[in-house]
């Protein structure tokens, strides 16, 4: 149950597109398309952003979309608003009812 | 609307034991599994547990596997996590969360544990 890797940061100015990976195992990112993205602003609890890798839930902009190629997943903002800087994370199934995050990234709107 | 509330925080030292609960309201408890996810200040989300809709079957994260049990009553729309032999690593946010699919669509605003002495 190691977690999925992702960068610790990136940046991106306002209407600029930014990508976050997810880098998992052929057991969790690589073997499912059950890759799920989380956004958390500071002192918040967590808001799913993309399910099932590529599917957005109602309300969330279309600026949000997810990809996946083997074993990596990715998260990719269009547009960049002030509002979308928070952390990220992003969560697979990894088998046996088992979830495992990534370690989080800061997205900064500079 | 659905409202996940968690209690029974607080600080405890290490070794001891600590039960956390989490109402669930606006929604039908019985037909979703649960999970508790964890957060160690200024660090990242950790899954911890997962209870099928009807309690029979769990599953643990490595850390946490023969110290910590998840629990719940569908007559009381509240899940638990019982949680023995703390370990100061095991300090975090302590969010319940309902899953639908593979996703976490509902959580709670998360209860503190400080595991110190």
């Known amino acids: 149950q190691s977690a999925l890797t992702q960068p610790r940061s990136v940046s991106g100015s306002p209407g600029q597109s930014v990508t976050i990976s997810c880098t998992g195992t052929s057991s969790d990112v690589g073997g499912y398309n059950y890759v799920s993205w989380y956004q958390q602003h500071p002192g918040k609890d967590p808001k799913v952003m993309i399910y099932d890798v590529n599917k957005r839930p109602s309300g969330v902009p279309d600026r949000f979309s997810g990809s996946k190629s083997g074993n990596t997943a990715s998260l990719t903002i269009s547009g960049l608003q002030a509002e979308d800087e928070a952390d990220y994370y992003c969560?697979?199934?990894?088998?046996?009812?088992?979830?495992?995050f990534g370690g989080g990234t800061k997205l900064t709107v500079v | 609307q659905v409202q996940l509330e968690e209690s029974g925080g607080g600080v405890v030292q290490p070794g001891r034991s600590l039960r956390l609960s989490c109402a669930a309201s606006?929604?039908?408890?019985?037909?979703?599994?649960m999970h508790w996810v964890r957060q160690a200040p200024g660090k990242g989300l950790e899954w911890v547990a997962f209870i099928s809709y009807d309690g029979g079957n769990k599953y643990y994260a490595d850390s946490v596997e023969g110290r910590f049990t998840i629990s719940r009553d569908n007559s009381k729309n509240t899940l638990y996590l019982q949680m023995n032999s703390l370990r100061p690593e095991d300090t975090a946010v302590y969010y319940c969360?309902?899953?639908?699919?593979?996703?976490?669509?509902?959580w709670g605003q998360g209860t503190l544990v400080t595991v110190s002495s």
């Open positions: 606006g929604f039908t408890f019985n037909n979703f599994a």
């Open positions: 969560c697979s199934y990894a088998g046996s009812y088992i979830l495992i």
């Open positions: 969360a309902r899953i639908r699919g593979w996703l976490f669509d509902y």
